[in-house]
């Protein structure tokens, strides 16, 4: 069983639509939450950042973090076909110090908004 | 202010044949890392160095070695390449261990 489990879709949206991207770990030691967004052929980008239980809004972008569930969201209000990219949840046991954290990442899923 | 930048962009090799990947960043960073990425699996880590002068093996550091040559460089090796090489390899780096990882635009490799 993989330590970090991302349904890969694709998931074909239209635009305007609610997007609700799901991550389960199995490491109760994971602290820190990443999501991070690709698009096609490029390195992936830091989108968002949460290490507590909860939710955590940036514009149209929402984190959610249930600790005791083992499951985080990230979920997309008024999905733009500019949204149309790879997304991949990552999360580490610490951050920051002199240990190491290394991070785990999910499968990633395709997501596609068209017009 | 370029990043992280990684040469070469695309290269094919056939087996056995063995090359160097390079990455620089310009964010004087303390920590780098190599990644692979495969179709269905993710990003998964091959080696990583959490700060100069130190390197250490991630989830999958056979058949690659690295070498910390400053704190801006990190570079990847393959000495024998194999097929099962093929891949799109990342590098990336973070101001501190386990801090938010910076990443680059990636190298294509193909193996043949």
């Known amino acids: 069983q993989k330590e970090v489990e991302q349904d890969p879709g694709p998931l074909s949206v239209p635009e305007g639509a609610i997007v609700s991207l799901n991550c389960t770990y199995s490491?109760?030691?994971?602290?820190?939450f990443m999501w991070y967004r690709q698009y096609s052929r490029k390195g992936p980008e830091l989108l968002m950042y949460?290490?507590?239980?909860g939710n955590k809004e940036d514009g149209r972008f929402t984190a959610q973090v249930d600790k005791s569930s083992k499951y985080i969201s990230l979920f997309i209000r008024d999905s733009q076909p500019s949204d149309s990219a790879t997304y991949l949840c990552a999360m580490t046991t610490n951050a920051g110090g002199t240990s190491y954290g290394k991070l785990t990442f999910g499968q990633g899923t395709i997501l596609t908004v068209h017009p | 202010n370029a990043g992280v930048t990684q040469t070469p962009k695309f290269q094919v090799l056939k087996t056995g044949q063995s090359m160097t990947l390079q990455c620089a960043q310009d964010m004087n960073h303390n920590s780098m890392y190599w990644y692979r990425q495969d179709p269905g699996m993710g990003l998964r880590l091959i080696y990583y160095?959490?700060?100069?002068?130190?390197?250490d093996k991630g989830e999958v550091p056979n058949g690659y070695n690295v070498s910390r040559l400053n704190k801006r460089e990190f570079s990847l090796r393959l000495e024998s390449a194999a097929p099962s090489q093929t891949s799109v390899y990342f590098c990336a780096s973070s101001g501190k261990a386990g801090e938010t990882q910076y990443f680059g635009p990636g190298t294509r490799l193909l193996v043949l």
């Open positions: 490491n109760s030691a994971f602290q820190y």
């Open positions: 160095s959490a700060s100069e002068g130190t390197t």
């Open positions: 949460t290490y507590s239980s």
